[in-house]
């Protein structure tokens, strides 16, 4: 089935530094690949998608980039702030299983001043 | 923005009492409500698929005796965890599609726990 990996936390950084996190997902076909963002105490947000190979989404300052020959969709930032201290979690959604969303395990992102 | 909310959120409650959890949709109609599973410090896992009028669809593995969903209205969705046990002891969060692009979005969560 379709499964999404994504790096484990916490990562640990100070402000103004450059953020990766990494994600590489397993589907077949062709999914949607998505970044939701999840502050403290609050539900998840959608914080960027991409719809086919080659895209980049981007908002916030964050962007990733759909990568098919790699199956990845790595999560960057160049210069952190506080306020980004959160869990990130990378998704896919598969038209061939169902249209559900696949999450990865989260990663939590702690930015120092 | 589309905005889904939970109630409560957080519960604890006794082993073998059963607890209510809430889904609305507070500003736009939701034929379709999913409710996801956290355990600490892992990823959400898709218990259901709750259909307005119709039975939810359970996701292999979990119990739909025990997970009882009830999607009465298109803006209000309950998941009830009937006998619960310590074990159930988890975060469970809601989601539905919404807003002029379909997006998903997410309920804050509640978190429930089982003394």
């Known amino acids: 089935g379709d499964s999404v990996t994504q790096m484990e936390g916490p990562v640990t950084l100070s402000e103004e530094a450059f953020l990766t996190i990494n994600c590489t997902y397993t589907?077949?076909?062709?999914?949607?690949l998505f970044w939701y963002v999840q502050y403290p105490g609050e539900g998840l947000q959608l914080l960027l998608k991409?719809?086919?190979?080659?895209d980049k989404g981007s908002n916030k300052g964050f962007e990733a980039t759909y990568r098919k020959e790699t199956t990845s969709f790595h999560l960057e930032k160049g210069s952190v702030q506080v306020s980004d201290s959160a869990v990130y979690f990378c998704?896919?959604?598969?038209?061939?299983?169902?249209?559900?969303?696949?999450f990865g395990g989260g990663t939590r992102v702690l930015v120092k001043p | 923005g589309a905005v889904v909310s939970q109630h409560p959120s957080r519960v604890i409650c006794k082993s073998g009492t059963s607890v209510k959890i809430e889904c609305r949709s507070l500003?736009?109609?939701?034929?379709?409500m999913f409710w996801y599973r956290q355990f600490p410090k892992q990823s959400l896992m898709l218990m259901a698929t709750s259909n307005e009028g119709s039975k939810a669809t359970y996701e292999q593995g979990v119990e739909k005796d025990k997970f009882l969903i009830n999607h009465a209205s298109l803006t209000l969705s309950t998941l009830t965890v009937t006998s619960a046990h310590p074990e159930d002891s988890s975060f469970y969060i809601c989601?539905?599609?919404?807003?002029?692009?379909?997006?998903?979005?997410f309920g804050e969560g509640s978190r429930l726990t089982v003394l």
């Open positions: 500003d736009f109609q939701a034929t379709t």
């Open positions: 589907a077949t076909g062709y999914p949607s």
């Open positions: 991409a719809t086919k190979a080659d």
């Open positions: 998704a896919l959604r598969n038209k061939a299983a169902g249209n559900k969303l696949t």
């Open positions: 989601s539905a599609h919404g807003g002029s692009t379909g997006e998903l979005f």
